[in-house]
């Protein structure tokens, strides 16, 4: 199966449809307008880990737009939609962070910063405690979307340097681990 076909199906298996489309476009203003103090605490937080530090050292005014950008398109797509174009770029974001050598673990734990503020960007904004849990829910959709394309890419690079490492092809490896 390929990498965009287990997005399609993951999307189809958490139940991510046109409604959450909507409410993601609804939030847009939102997240347009409390974003940043969410990227702001985003790069803070990186930068008080040595490990995190030294990846974004010299590049937190680049990185924040770029950040800025990859939040924008939560709520947008890409190129309008949530197809094989916004797993595309998804997938290169994830390619980017094993280039540059992030442990996947920091990941995990900074989809957590994203998903809380937004909640609390959400809380300040929402009245109706029905329309925030609506909303949140398709906000953790997508995070989770992503943070799946993300762990594809780790898979992805674990599985070329095995094959590197041991001489053995791909399919055979992939063939092991299926098998148990």
Same mark, same amino acid.
């Given at each position: 199966?390929?990498?965009?076909?287990? =997005?399609?199906?993951? &999307? &189809? %298996?958490?139940? %991510?449809?046109?409604?959450?489309?909507?409410? @993601?476009?609804?939030? $847009?203003?939102?997240?347009?307008?409390?974003?940043?103090?969410?990227?702001?605490?985003?790069?803070?937080?990186?930068?008080?880990?040595?490990?995190?530090?030294?990846?974004?050292?010299?590049?937190?005014?680049?990185?924040?737009?770029?950040?800025?950008?990859?939040?924008?398109?939560?709520?947008?797509?890409?190129?309008?939609?949530?197809?094989? $174009?916004? %797993?595309?770029?998804?997938?290169?974001?994830?390619?980017?962070?094993? &280039?540059?050598?992030?442990?996947?673990?920091?990941?995990?734990?900074?989809?957590?910063?994203? #998903?809380?503020?937004?909640?609390?960007?959400?809380?300040?904004?929402?009245?109706? $405690?029905?329309?925030?849990?609506?909303?949140?829910?398709?906000? *953790? &959709?997508?995070?989770?979307?992503? @943070?799946?394309?993300?762990?594809?890419?780790?898979?992805?690079?674990?599985?070329? #340097?095995?094959?590197? =490492?041991?001489?053995?092809? #791909?399919?055979?490896?992939?063939? *092991?681990?299926?098998?148990?």
């Amino acid at each position: 199966m390929s990498e965009y076909n287990n =997005f399609a199906e993951m &999307k &189809k %298996f958490i139940g %991510f449809t046109a409604s959450d489309i909507e409410n @993601l476009n609804s939030m $847009a203003p939102i997240f347009e307008q409390r974003g940043d103090a969410i990227t702001d605490f985003f790069y803070e937080t990186l930068s008080l880990y040595p490990e995190t530090a030294a990846l974004i050292e010299g590049r937190v005014d680049t990185l924040k737009e770029t950040h800025r950008r990859w939040m924008r398109e939560l709520f947008a797509g890409v190129d309008g939609g949530y197809d094989e $174009a916004y %797993f595309d770029n998804r997938n290169i974001i994830g390619k980017v962070h094993v &280039k540059i050598g992030l442990d996947p673990r920091w990941v995990e734990g900074v989809m957590n910063i994203i #998903r809380t503020g937004g909640h609390a960007a959400l809380t300040q904004e929402l009245e109706s $405690a029905a329309e925030l849990g609506e909303k949140f829910s398709s906000l *953790c &959709k997508i995070l989770d979307l992503d @943070l799946m394309i993300i762990n594809l890419s780790y898979a992805d690079e674990r599985l070329t #340097r095995l094959a590197a =490492f041991t001489g053995m092809s #791909r399919k055979l490896i992939e063939n *092991c681990i299926k098998s148990g």
